[in-house]
């Protein structure tokens, strides 16, 4: 009995599926980091990418040097949903209510701080509310992750004279740096920018909780033996990469 055409057809399309799966099966069960070529993708928030990423790459290049890593911008909206169908690995950012049935553990607990112009003029090395209430302010968008530090300061009842408002922090050292502005953000992020003479560190007149860095994966969902080494990987790793 010959095949009709659209049998031939199904039959191709389904084997290119059974391979897929089955190098899928192989590569998960013979899964070794120093011999893999395996893909993974991580999203990171861009505070992840300025204190985490340049250390996590040593890190993978030591233990897995052949593995190739893809990083993508952390969507607050969309972790759950891809963390459920396998379109990232794994996910580091701050705590998200919304991921509801990823393993998570907590990685960083960061102070928050104001950084401000080294020759700031109207403010020394301690700053008061009121001062910090005069001067005019650089908000981060709540969208990348940092939503419950405008919470609180609207449950404080402050009005922040907002001169500029920006998606992440990426651009917050020269800004810093060429004006008068003031911004808050965690302290190891300061302490970065601190470092390169982009600004200087002063407390907070008043109390905000602590930004929680989580590591968030689903290691059952696709390839389980590469997604489980690459979520403990990360997990054992990050104590390392958030020392000074």
């Known amino acids: 009995m010959l095949a009709t055409p659209t049998a031939s057809q199904l039959y191709d399309v389904f084997k290119k599926s059974l391979s897929g799966i089955e190098k899928a099966v192989a590569d998960t069960r013979h899964f070794s980091p120093d011999r893999s070529f395996h893909p993974f993708r991580l999203a990171l928030s861009d505070l992840g990418e300025l204190l985490l990423l340049p250390r996590l790459v040593r ?3 030591n233990v897995a040097p052949n593995v190739q890593l893809e990083v993508i911008p952390v969507s607050m909206h969309k972790m759950d949903e891809w963390l459920l169908t396998g379109h990232v690995d794994a996910a580091i950012c701050s705590r998200n209510e919304r991921i509801s049935l990823a393993q998570r553990d907590r990685i960083m607990d960061e ?11 109207r403010i020394g090395a301690t700053l008061s509310l009121a001062a910090w209430l005069a001067e005019q302010h650089i908000k981060v968008a709540a969208s990348s992750g940092h939503y419950m530090v405008e919470e609180r300061i609207k449950e404080y009842g402050f009005e922040r004279r907002i001169a ?16 008068e ?5 965690p302290f190891s992020a300061a302490r970065v920018y601190a470092a390169r003479g982009n600004g ?3 407390e907070l007149p008043f ?12 290691p059952e969902i696709g390839d389980i033996t590469a997604k489980t ?9 990050c104590p390392l990469l958030t020392e000074p």
């Open 200 to 202: 200087r560190i002063v």
């Open 207 to 218: 109390a905000l909780p602590n930004l929680e860095i989580y590591l968030y994966g689903h």
């Open 111 to 121: 102070r928050y701080v104001c950084l401000l112009n080294c020759q700031h003029p």
């Open 59 to 61: 890190h993978l290049r």
């Open 164 to 179: 500029l408002e920006v998606p992440h922090f990426a651009a917050l050292g020269e800004l810093i740096a060429s004006s």
């Open 229 to 237: 080494w690459f979520y403990n990987t990360l997990k054992s790793a």
């Open 181 to 185: 502005l003031l911004v808050l953000l």
